[in-house]
C-alpha cells in the first residue's frame, strides 16, 4: 500500500513489528480467525488447516423480484433453452474481436445464446445478430442461470458459484489470477470441460466445447449432483454464526 513507507518506520519507532499483522494475530497474541465462502462440496476444506480457518459455503445474493423484459422472456419460450455467455466486466485487449470469436463460435456450434455485454466483457453494438443469439446487458444469474442449458464465462467465483448452484454445465474461458483455478476445479468436479484461456481462444475451440457439453450426459448429471450439494449448503448462515461464536469467546 502507499502508505506503508511511512507507517512501518512509525511501527519500529513504536517497538513494533514494521509490517502489521504478519502473524495473523490480535494484540493479546490469539490468532485470527478466518472464513472462507466457497463450499466444501465444491472444494474439500485442506485437513491441515487450524481450528479458526472455516469454509462456509457460497454466500449468495438474490434478486428475487427481478422482472424479465419481455425480449428475454420471448426468447426464453421460443426454443430450446440457450447457453448463457458473459464476462463480466473484463474487457481483455480487444473486446470487439472476442466478441466476434464468440458470436462465431456460437455460429459454428448451432446452439442458441444468451450473450451478456456486462459492463464491457462483450462489444455487442458491432454486431448484427442472427435470430438464434439475444444480446442482453445483464440480467440476475439466481434468475437466469436456472432457465439456460449451459454457462459460459470467464471463472470469477462468484459466476461459477451461480452456476454450478444452478446444476449447469460450465464452460470457463479464464483471463488470469483464480480464474483458470477454478476453471480446474470444475473440470475436475466432471461439470465441464478443460478451460480454455482467452489468449487461445478461437472459435473453434469454443465450438467444439459447446458441442461437446451439450452432449454429455456425464457432464450434464456431475453439474446437476453439485448443484443439489451446494443448495442443501447456506453459506451464509454458517458465516453468522461463525462470527458470532467467535465473538463471543473473543469478548470480555
Same mark, same amino acid.
Given at each position: 500500500a502507499a502508505g506503508t513507507? !511511512?507507517?512501518?518506520p512509525w511501527r519500529k519507532e513504536q517497538g513494533l513489528d514494521p509490517k502489521a499483522n504478519r502473524h495473523r494475530e490480535h494484540a493479546d497474541g490469539t490468532k485470527i480467525a478466518s472464513?472462507? #465462502?466457497y463450499s466444501p462440496s465444491v472444494l474439500p476444506r485442506p485437513t491441515d488447516w487450524p481450528t479458526r480457518a472455516t469454509v462456509t459455503g457460497y454466500w449468495f445474493l438474490n434478486e428475487p423480484h !427481478?422482472?424479465?423484459?419481455?425480449e428475454l422472456t420471448r426468447f426464453l419460450d421460443d426454443g430450446e433453452p440457450p447457453i448463457y455467455v458473459g464476462f463480466g466486466s473484463i474487457f481483455g485487449l480487444d473486446p470487439i474481436s472476442k466478441t466476434k470469436t464468440i458470436i462465431e463460435g456460437v455460429r459454428?456450434?448451432?446452439a442458441r445464446a444468451i450473450l451478456a455485454s456486462g459492463w464491457g466483457g462483450l462489444d455487442l453494438k458491432e454486431f448484427d445478430l442472427p435470430d438464434n443469439i439475444l444480446a442482453i446487458e445483464k440480467a440476475p444469474h439466481d434468475w437466469l442461470f436456472p432457465r439456460? #442449458?449451459?454457462v459460459v464465462h470467464h471463472g470469477g467465483c462468484g459466476t461459477t458459484a451461480a452456476g454450478l448452484r444452478a446444476g449447469r454445465p460450465t464452460i470457463i474461458c479464464p483471463f488470469f489470477g483464480d480464474q483458470p483455478f477454478w476453471g480446474n476445479i470444475v473440470h475436475r468436479l466432471g461439470a465441464g470441460p478443460k478451460p480454455i484461456m482467452q489468449r487461445t481462444l478461437t472459435a473453434e475451440k469454443l465450438a467444439i466445447?459447446?458441442?461437446e457439453t451439450l452432449s454429455s450426459d456425464a457432464i450434464r448429471k456431475s453439474a446437476e449432483v453439485i448443484g443439489e450439494k451446494i443448495r442443501k449448503e447456506n453459506g451464509v448462515e454458517n458465516a453468522i454464526a461463525f462470527i458470532e461464536s467467535y465473538m463471543q469467546s473473543h469478548t470480555k
Open positions: 513507507r !511511512f507507517i512501518r472464513m472462507h #465462502s !427481478f422482472l424479465p423484459p419481455n459454428q456450434s448451432g439456460v #442449458s449451459a466445447a459447446i458441442c
